[in-house]
């Protein structure tokens, strides 16, 4: 029997997928290909910020009037739709193939993929206005026009119609099901997603109930110091919610896309239950330097932040774990011959492994912020963007251009533009990220500050010089390896509709075979999902009842101020 008989009968060609319904399905084409725009315009205005440090400014700052306008579009592009349009079309997906069964409401599906549209519009008009250059955080008192914030609700709310359906298909298996262990794929996207639900409502209340009123007029003043708690209520967690659908790739796609197999069911399952725990109740730690909020507190986030680091290390394990069972499967020997039998010719795999180095360096630098006392050291300065331009720059990014590499072709039914150049793409990111964040984090030792047109600036530092010219070049190498990626795509969708069987059948994606250690060692503790959600929320009023209680009331007294 020839292997690609074999594959088509161990994964059925898409048109008899019977879950995957058209009205369910171009909603998440359509969220992959707004996420995509949003990280082909963000990344190239990337660009601009990065030249400018060796004094290259086009007039006017690149398509804009000034370099803070383009710096939030930038943040709110990448850090926000981007990441939100990926998670909401992948996860989605992962659902439907988890639960096997299509999303319990199409509606939902659809409506998460117009109301994401429709955010992502006002945003960009507002933005490109320069009536909203408030930065991707928005910190009040820098006050934004009202279309600002009604467009951040958007893009929240789409997420939240994502998560709606999932829950709702969950409920809907389960009701079926009594008694099975939740499919692992669907467990994954499911506590990826009531995470995010829990952490979503500290900025859910900071938009809807104070800033968008505010911007409104319909009062003059705000608390910018409950502002920003709320906002890091959300602003940890959502470092997980940029990285859970990485993790799911990571967990479910990658050990059989290297020909191994996931080491464990139940480590699975209790590290996604760490996460849904642990990410939330770390928020503080944004706020070390922040006047007014109590110092025992700010220690209890730190303490709960090197707890949350331990699933991260468990991913570590589990992940090499697998990628060591999949080279030793392909013939390596020795204590690091199986890396070189990874299928390092596979794009879609290479761009991930080499996220996943990366992420190594971007976890540690984590730490580095994390640690109250050295965090003084580089607290918004430079280093900062360095570190997470390693994680969701590119333990995300990188990332999502792998999982494209596959799905795309998947979703489109055309097979993959030029592997070679999608190879190239992958290298030269990880290349020029390595170099990009070594020049951002060294100037940000050398107390180079962040979040600022340096080339204006009226000071300067002998040490900036080379970390200036690493940032740049490193800059272009990402922007050149963004290219080829747009390359890439806009080829694939070009290339020819898979026809015959044979075609179809090698687009189809490599769904995951059961864990080495499988289901039936799992604890069924790990299946109760309202207990974890409520432990969840308990931590939640734990580590902010007092924060609030020791901080209220609010002091409503600074007026809106506009700076750009
Ligand atoms: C061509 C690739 C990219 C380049 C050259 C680039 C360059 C830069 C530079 C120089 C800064 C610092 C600006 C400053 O502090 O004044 C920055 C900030 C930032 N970047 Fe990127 N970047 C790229 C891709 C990405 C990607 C893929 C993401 C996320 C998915 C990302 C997310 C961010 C965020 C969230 C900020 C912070 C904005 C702020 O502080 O308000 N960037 N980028
Ligand atoms: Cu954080």
New binding site residues.
């Given amino acids: 029997m020839s292997t690609v008989a074999t594959t088509a009968e161990q994964i059925t060609p898409h048109e008899e997928v019977g879950v995957e319904t058209h009205g369910q399905m171009w909603p998440v084409t359509g969220q992959i290909a707004i996420s995509l725009f949003a990280?082909g315009l963000?990344?190239?205005?990337?660009?601009f910020?990065?030249i400018?440090?060796v004094n290259i400014t086009l007039p006017p700052f690149g398509p804009f009037e000034n370099?803070y306008q383009g710096?939030?579009f930038?943040?709110v592009l990448?850090?926000f739709v981007?990441?939100f349009g990926f998670a909401n079309a992948f996860v989605s997906w992962t659902t439907i193939r988890g639960f096997d069964r299509p999303l319990y409401s199409t509606m939902l599906a659809q409506g998460a993929f117009w109301v994401l549209l429709t955010g992502t519009i006002l945003g960009a008009i507002i933005m490109t206005m320069n009536e909203a250059t408030v930065?991707?955080?928005f910190y009040a008192p820098m006050q934004a026009h009202s279309v600002f914030y009604l467009a951040a609700a958007l893009l929240v709310v789409s997420t939240w119609l994502v998560l709606a359906n999932i829950v709702l298909t969950y409920r809907a298996w389960r009701k079926e099901n009594p008694t099975a262990a939740i499919p692992l794929m669907g467990f994954t996207s499911l506590t990826t997603y009531i995470m995010w639900g829990l952490a979503s409502l500290g900025v859910a209340i900071l938009v809807v109930g104070i800033l968008l009123p505010w911007s409104l007029g319909l009062w003059e003043h705000t608390d910018p110091q409950l502002g920003r708690t709320l906002f890091w209520l959300s602003g940890h967690a959502i470092v997980y919610f940029?990285l859970l659908p990485v993790y799911i790739s990571w967990y479910m796609f990658i050990p059989k896309q290297v020909g191994g197999r996931l080491y464990s069911d139940g480590l699975t399952r209790f590290a996604f239950i760490l996460f849904l725990l642990f990410s939330i109740p770390t928020g503080l730690h944004h706020q070390y330097t922040d006047p007014g909020i109590h110092e025992g507190m700010k220690g209890f986030h730190l303490l709960l932040t090197f707890v949350i680091f331990y699933p991260s290390l468990i991913t570590a394990f589990s992940i090499m774990a697998a990628l060591e069972h999949g080279g030793r499967k392909a013939g390596g020997r020795g204590l690091f011959g199986w890396i070189m039998a990874l299928p390092w010719n596979n794009p879609a795999v290479v761009a991930q492994l080499l996220a996943m180095l990366v992420f190594t360096l971007g976890g540690v630098t984590g730490l580095v912020n994390a640690s109250m006392s050295v965090n003084l050291v580089v607290h918004n300065t430079?280093f900062?963007?360095g570190h997470?331009?390693l994680t969701?720059?590119?333990a995300?990014?990188l990332s999502v251009l792998g999982i494209c590499y596959w799905f795309v072709p998947y979703l489109t039914q055309r097979p993959l533009f030029a592997t070679k150049l999608a190879l190239w793409q992958a290298w030269l990111w990880a290349i020029?990220?390595l170099i990009?964040s070594r020049g951002?984090m060294s100037g940000g030792l050398d107390a180079q500050?962040?979040?600022?047109?340096?080339g204006e600036a009226s000071y300067s530092l002998p040490g900036w010089e080379v970390a200036n010219w690493l940032?740049a070049i490193?800059?272009?190498v990402?922007?050149v390896?963004?290219l080829l990626f747009f390359v890439v795509m806009i080829g694939t969708l070009l290339n020819k509709r898979a026809e015959t069987a044979e075609e179809k059948a090698a687009l189809q994606p490599l769904m995951p075979a059961p864990p080495i250690h499988d289901h039936r060692k799992s604890w069924k503790i790990f299946d109760r999902i309202g207990l974890w959600t409520l432990i969840a929320i308990i931590l939640i009023l734990i580590a902010y009842i007092p924060v609030f209680l020791l901080y209220l009331p609010a002091e409503f007294t600074s007026p809106g101020v506009r700076v750009w």
């Fill in positions: 990280l963000g990344g190239f205005i990337g660009l910020q990065a400018e440090r370099y710096l939030t930038h943040g990448l850090a981007f990441t930065l991707f955080t940029w430079a900062i963007p997470f331009h969701v720059g590119t995300v990014a020029g990220v990009f951002q500050p962040r979040r600022t047109m340096l940032t490193g800059g272009i990402m922007t390896s963004g």
